[in-house]
C-alpha cells in the first residue's frame, strides 16, 4: 500500500502535510500522523487514529510529527505501532523521509529555521493553503502552541510569490495564506514589511490569481494594507475570520490577548464599513479558567450583537505547562453547556446572513460536483452537477440554515 497521511488540527498542518507526501513518496505501506496539540481532544483523535492504524495494518510503520509530538515526543513514541516520532522541524526535511532515516525520535528540539517548500498539489482539495508565516511571540495564558511552534519566522516575499505562481500554474482559482499568527508577518525580516504589504505586492505580481484568502487574524494587529484591500481589491475575499477567543474585557486580560471587547467591535464595524456584506467569523473559547455566568453572558451577548455568522468554538482545554492550567477550572459540564450556547447563538446568526443571499448572485468555488464554497465563504448547494474545482456564477434560489441553494447562471 502507499502512504497514508493523517492531518489533525490546522490549515498550516495541512500545507505541511503535502509538504511532507511529496518528501515521503518513496517510501512503501507507511501511516504518517500529523497531530495537533491545541485542545485535548485533537490529541485524543490522534492518538486514536494511531491504535486504530496500529490494528488495520499490523506491520506497517507508523511514523508520528506535528504539534503534539514537539512537546511530548516520549509519550507518542510509547503508543502501539509507532515506529517513528517527528518535531515540527525535521518533519519538513526530505532526508527525515528517506527510506533509510531509522532514528525512533529525532532531535525534538534543534531546528527553528523556516525554509519554503514549493507545494503544487492539495490533496481532494479545491483551494490551496500557502504558508506564509510559522511560530509565535505572544504567550497567551491558554496556548501552548509557541512551544510546539517556536518564534515568529516569516517566509520571504519571493518564496510566497513563486509557491502562488506554481499553484496558480497547476490550476488552482483560490489560495490561503496561512502561519501560525499571520499578522506577526515581517517582523523578522529586513524591511519589517507588514502582512498587508506582503498581500498587496502578492496580487500585483500574481494577477492570475482570482481569490485570496487569509487565516485567522488578531483583531488588534490588522494593518493599514489590510483594510486598504478589502476596501479597493475584489480578489482579496469579502470575508474575515478573528482569533477573538472571548467577548469580556477581563477575561481576554486573563487570557493575555493583545485586544478588548471595544477593539474587536471597532475591527468588525470597520470591516463591515469597508466592505458591505462581508461574512466574520471567529475563534472562541467557552468556559475559560474564572469564568463566571455574567462574564460568559458578555461574550454570548457580544456574538449575539455583532451578528457574527461563522463560529469556531471550543470548550476550554488544559494544556499543561500553560499559567491558565493553574487557573480555577470551570466544570467540564459547564463549559461544554457555555459552547453549546455560543453555537446556537452562532447557527442563529448564520441563518440570517444566508437568508440574506436570497436573489443574489455569488462566485462559487466548486469543491464536488454539486457544492462549494461562495465568496464569503458561505457553503453552497447546487442545484445540477458541476465540473469541480472551478470558479462560477450562480443564482440562490434558497437557504437552510447551514448552506445557500443555488443554480448556475
Known amino acids: 500500500m502507499s502512504v497514508e497521511i493523517l492531518t489533525f488540527g490546522c ?12 518528501h515521503a513518496a518513496a517510501l512503501a505501506d507507511t501511516v504518517i500522523v500529523n497531530t495537533c496539540a491545541v485542545t485535548a481532544e485533537a490529541e485524543r483523535q490522534a492518538r486514536q487514529a494511531i491504535r486504530r492504524a496500529a490494528r488495520e495494518r499490523p506491520g506497517a510503520p507508523i511514523v508520528v510529527t506535528g504539534c503534539a509530538t514537539q512537546i511530548d515526543p516520549t509519550a507518542w513514541a510509547s503508543l502501539p505501532g509507532v515506529t517513528r516520532v517527528l ?28 525554509a519554503p ?16 508565516q510559522q511560530g509565535c511571540d505572544h504567550r497567551c495564558t491558554f496556548c501552548i502552541i509557541p512551544f510546539g511552534r517556536g518564534p515568529n519566522r516569516s517566509v520571504p516575499m ?38 498587508g504589504q506582503m498581500v498587496r505586492r502578492l496580487l500585483a505580481l500574481v494577477p492570475d490569481l482570482p481569490r485570496l484568502r487569509l487565516s ?5 494587529a490588522i494593518d493599514d494594507d489590510i483594510w486598504r484591500l478589502l476596501a479597493d481589491e475584489p480578489r482579496f475575499m469579502p470575508h474575515l475570520h478573528l482569533s477573538l477567543q472571548s467577548g469580556s474585557d477581563l477575561v481576554l486580560k486573563r487570557m493575555k490577548r493583545r485586544h478588548l471587547r471595544g477593539d474587536a467591535a471597532a475591527a468588525i464595524e470597520r470591516a463591515r464599513r469597508l466592505r458591505p456584506g462581508i461574512a466574520i467569523g471567529a475563534d472562541l473559547i467557552a468556559g475559560f479558567p474564572t469564568e463566571t455566568e455574567v462574564l460568559s453572558r458578555e461574550t454570548s451577548d457580544f456574538v449575539a450583537d455583532m ?31 457555555r459552547a453549546a450556547h455560543l453555537r446556537e447563538i452562532g447557527r442563529r446568526n448564520a441563518q440570517r446572513f444566508l437568508a440574506a443571499q436570497l436573489g443574489r448572485t455569488v462566485h462559487v468555488l466548486t469543491e464536488s460536483s454539486d457544492s462549494g464554497h461562495s465568496e464569503h465563504f458561505a457553503p453552497v448547494r447546487l442545484a445540477a452537477p458541476v465540473v469541480p474545482a472551478c470558479l462560477l456564477r450562480a443564482r440562490v434560489v434558497g437557504a437552510t440554515g447551514t448552506h445557500l441553494l443555488a443554480e448556475a447562471a
Do not use: C
Open 216 to 220: 485567522s487574524l488578531d483583531p488588534a
Open 158 to 195: 519571493g518564496a510566497v510569490v513563486a509557491q502562488v505562481r506554481a499553484l496558480i500554474e497547476a490550476g488552482y482559482q483560490e489560495v490561503v495564506l496561512t502561519g501560525v499568527d499571520i499578522a506577526s508577518y515581517g517582523a523578522d525580516l529586513p524591511g519589517a514589511p507588514r502582512l
Open 117 to 132: 517548500h514549493l507545494v503544487t498539489e492539495f490533496a481532494g482539495r479545491a483551494r490551496a493553503f500557502v504558508q506564509v
Open 11 to 22: 490549515r498550516l498542518n495541512t500545507y505541511e502535510s503535502e509538504v511532507i507526501r511529496g
Open 307 to 337: 451578528e457574527l455568522p461563522f463560529l469556531h468554538v471550543f470548550p476550554y482545554s488544559e494544556r499543561p505547562g500553560t499559567p491558565a492550567a493553574r487557573m480555577p477550572k470551570v466544570p467540564v459540564a459547564r463549559r461544554r453547556e
Open 87 to 114: 518535531g515540527n522541524a525535521d518533519k519538513l526535511r526530505r532526508e527525515s523521509w528517506m527510506p533509510d532515516a531509522t532514528s525512533a525520535v529525532s532531535d525534538i528540539m534543534t531546528a527553528r529555521e523556516t
